[in-house]
Nanobody
Framework: QVQLVESGGGLVQAGGSLVLSCAASGRPFSSAAMGWFRQAPGKERECVAAITWSGSSTYYADSVKGRFTISRDNAKNTVYLQMNSLKPEDTAVYYC???????????????????WGQGTQVTVSS
C-alpha cells in the first residue's frame, strides 16, 4: 500500500509559477515510478509529467513541455512538479500517482498507476 498527499496548489496569475509536492508513504518510494496528472471540468484526466524510480527517464505532455519540470527526492519520499509560465488552460485539479509494478517506466496512461492522491486545485487567472 502507498499513500500519497499532494500540496502546493493555489491561485496564480498567468505567467506565474507554482511548485506542487507529493509526499509518499508505505511501500518504499524508490521502488515506484511517479506521475502527475490533471483533470479540468468536463475533460479526461491527462498525464502531464512522469518519472521513473531512479529519475533516469521523464515524460512531459507537449502542452507543458519546456514549462513544467518533474523531479523526485527519494531521501525525502517526495516528488515535485515545478510549473512555470502558467496559462489559464493549466487550470485543473492536479493528482499525484504511483506505479510500483513498472517502476522503470515513466507511464503516461492512468492504467499504469495503482495509487492516487486526493488532488490539489491549481487555478490560473488571466
Amino acid at each position: 500500500q502507498v499513500q500519497l498527499v499532494e500540496s502546493g496548489g493555489g491561485l496564480v496569475q498567468a505567467g506565474g509559477s507554482l511548485v506542487l509536492s507529493c509526499a509518499a508513504s508505505g511501500r518504499p518510494f524508490s521502488s515506484a515510478a511517479m506521475g502527475w496528472f490533471r483533470q479540468a471540468p468536463g475533460k479526461e484526466r491527462e498525464c502531464v509529467a512522469a518519472i521513473t524510480w531512479s529519475g533516469s527517464s521523464t515524460y512531459y505532455a507537449d502542452s507543458v513541455k519546456g514549462r513544467f519540470t518533474i523531479s523526485r527526492d527519494n531521501a525525502k519520499n517526495t516528488v515535485y512538479l515545478q510549473m512555470n509560465s502558467l496559462k489559464p488552460e493549466d487550470t485543473a485539479v492536479y493528482y499525484c500517482a504511483a506505479d510500483p509494478d513498472s517502476p522503470w517506466v515513466a507511464g503516461t496512461e492512468t492504467g499504469y498507476y495503482d495509487y492516487w492522491g486526493q488532488g490539489t486545485q491549481v487555478t490560473v487567472s488571466s
